[in-house]
């Protein structure tokens, strides 16, 4: 079982930006009938978005996020000595887009850095990943970064994916601290025999001789190409209601926790109806399980990092918070984890739309 | 029958035998209501394909109380 404990690592800020670029699922009235829309609205909860402009990558969000956290963390940029940007939208096939930040960034040559390709679950193995990493104390401080802008794969009629997508990039500092009190506790599992109910078919080598580039019909009656992202909806809501409800509850058994122990209950935000279901299966508050998928849409790997910085900023950066989160979706893939947050740096969201203009 | 009726937000009234097909409401958003309702109503985890393999009310019926 991947399921664990890892020690000494204190998680010191955590910072967002999303682009500067808000939309509102009400435009779409027009181009997909306001019944839909308004259908699509009510199940997921989602009002409006932010969505990258042209130009921009999730690396491009990613990078601010963590230019304005270390600035607020003070930290001496060759004291990092690790990046790892998990992303699904990356700037280049190769090289990994955490080399390009560690340029960007301006960070030593004294530093390790990766991608990896997740989603949703993203802020759980990054958290993870991160705290691995300083287990031996040669790296004694890290950024986790996060970053997913998605609209370019997604077809522009597909209102099943359409409507829900927000971009967002976010920055994890971490630190070996062998002070710590607070260990952190992990499950992480995957099911990748469902690696279709959530894919983008064409665009990598898979595929690459027959991928059709034009839009056309498929058979779920969406229209768009083999480069656009797919997902079977049905599938994915079903394996949120149930496998991760269960894989929550089996995490609590293991660590012998309890609901109560924890200040907050913080979930990937898909659409409002499925954090409210699976807070509900495990028997969580409702008001101790913050929502802002209203606000934000589904911002991938981003969506635990946003509901820190704006729904419990106060509480992080003044106290001691205990956090249950879970992070689910694409692979599949998900985890839980039980992290506790004390006297963190949060900047304030950041809003903008520049982007590298050397790429 | 009135717990399908609420979950997909169906008026009126029509059979058991009803084929599913004939309600607008039977989309992918109502396959969602439905499997929502069966779980929680009846703690039934039904799959997406059991789900969409119900051409009746009554097949849906059956799938809850085996």
Redesign the interface.
Known sequence: MAIGELKNVAIKGISCCLPDNKVLNTDYYEKFGKELVD??IK?TGINTRYTAIKEQCASDLAYTAAERLIEKLHWDKGTIKSLIFLTQSPDYRKPSTACVLQHRLQLSEYCAAFDVNLGCSAFIYGTFFGSLMMSNNDINRMLVLIGDAGSINISPEDH?SILLHGSAGSAIALEYDPEVNNSIKYSLKTDGSRFKSLYTPAGAFRNAYTARKELYLHDDGITRSDYHNFM????I??FS??KVPKTIKEFLKHYKLENDMFDYLLLHQPNK?IVK?VAQKIGFPSEKTPINVDKFGNCSGSSIPLLIVDNIKTEAENGKIRLLASGFGVGLSWGVMDLTLEHIAIPDIIYSNEYYTEG | MEKFKDALDIVGEFDINVELEEFNEWDSMGYISAMSMLDEEYGKEVNANQLKACKTLADLYELVSK
């Open positions: 259908k699509v199940m099943s079977n909806g049905l599938d809501f079903q209601i149930t109806f279901k």
